[in-house]
């Protein structure tokens, strides 16, 4: 059974950093590109960012290139999300999400962890 559970969410001031991780059971992420999803209330998942499965291909969407990274650490099993210089505008609810093509559309993911809340908030 695949499991995808992220952790590492919370309540962070404006400015500050967070860092997600996505932990894996019942699969290998080594042969799986790995995407970062986000929903707000009233709006629909986007990407944040993906990496592929050999980690030569990195995306992020415009609004957080520059703040925040993406990577894997294998002999774990788990991806993260190094979230820097966050903005009120980032909170959301975050997920981690495994599939077989590197992309930011959410559609071509085939599993999901739960989500963890991240509030950028004074």
């Known amino acids: 059974q695949v499991q995808l559970v992220e952790s590492g969410g919370g309540l962070v001031q404006p400015g500050g950093s967070l860092r997600l991780s996505c932990a894996a059971s019942?699969?290998?992420?080594?042969?799986?590109?790995i995407g970062w999803f986000r929903q707000a209330p009233g709006k629909e998942r986007e990407g944040v960012s993906c990496?592929?499965?050999?980690?030569?291909?990195?995306s992020y969407t415009d609004s957080v290139k520059g703040r925040f990274t993406i990577s894997r650490d294998n002999a774990k099993n788990t991806a993260y999300l190094q979230m820097n210089s966050l903005k009120p505008e980032d909170t959301a609810v975050y997920y981690c999400?495994?599939?077989?093509?590197?992309?930011?559309?959410?559609?071509?993911?085939?599993?999901w962890g739960q989500g963890t809340q991240v509030t950028v908030s004074s």
């Open positions: 019942g699969l290998t992420l080594d042969y799986y590109s």
């Open positions: 999400a495994v599939g077989g093509i590197t992309t930011l559309d959410r559609y071509e993911y085939e599993y």
């Open positions: 990496i592929s499965s050999s980690d030569d291909r990195i």
